[in-house]
């Protein structure tokens, strides 16, 4: 694709995604007020925002379902247009106003089967919930030579909001395909 010119280049991207060989993913971030939603349509940004009314989010819950969800479609109708009105799009969100605990620990540089246990382990023990209410992911952050250790960032969320949120974004014909905290 880099050596077909810009405007040929743009159409293509077109056939691939309307030919769901490339599907359209959008980005959103998602705040006790605001939702904001962006695209890249090959040529130029798209991006659309909602201010969300006071109380949809109270303590890191959802507690106005029927809100976010029409705040969700009107983010969509305004970077999409009518066109995607009742098609699902693919989107990566982050949270800024939700609790996503993260931790950094080091291990012994180990390989295989090992360090996944060592690291399944040291989460468990890290974790501020409890492990069966939480999604939780890692990766490896550092290798350190000198002192034979790896850095392992894990990072924790609560699971009812997850899947409340997945359900919400669904219902707006969305599908969460990567959750992540802004700070990442």
């Known amino acids: 694709l880099q050596m077909i010119p810009s405007k040929l280049n743009y159409y293509f991207e077109k056939l691939l995604a309307a030919t769901r060989v490339r599907p359209i993913i959008g980005g959103m971030e ?5 939702i904001r939603l962006a695209y890249f349509d090959g040529r130029m940004w798209r991006l659309g925002g909602v201010r969300l009314l006071p109380g949809v989010f109270e303590d890191g819950k959802i507690k ?3 809100h976010l969800i ?3 479609k009107s983010a969509k109708l305004q970077v999409f247009g009518k066109k995607y009105d009742k098609r ?3 989107v990566v969100a982050s949270l800024s106003s939700v609790n996503i605990y993260s931790q950094v620990f080091r291990l ?3 390989k295989g ?3 996944d246990k060592a690291i399944e382990l ?3 023990m ?3 919930l409890d492990s069966s209410q939480a999604y939780s992911g890692w990766q490896i952050v550092g290798e350190d030579k000198r002192t034979l250790q790896l850095g392992i960032l894990a990072a924790f969320i609560d699971r009812s909001l997850v899947d409340e949120l997945s359900k919400a974004l669904l219902d707006a014909e969305f599908l969460l395909i990567a959750l992540e905290s802004r700070a990442l």
């Open 126 to 128: 890290v974790t501020p």
């Open 88 to 90: 699902r799009v693919n």
């Open 122 to 124: 040291n989460i468990q």
């Open 108 to 110: 012994p540089i180990i």
């Open 113 to 115: 089967e090992s360090l």
């Open 30 to 34: 998602i705040s006790n007020s605001t």
């Open 70 to 72: 029409e705040a969700l």
């Open 64 to 66: 106005d379902r029927g």
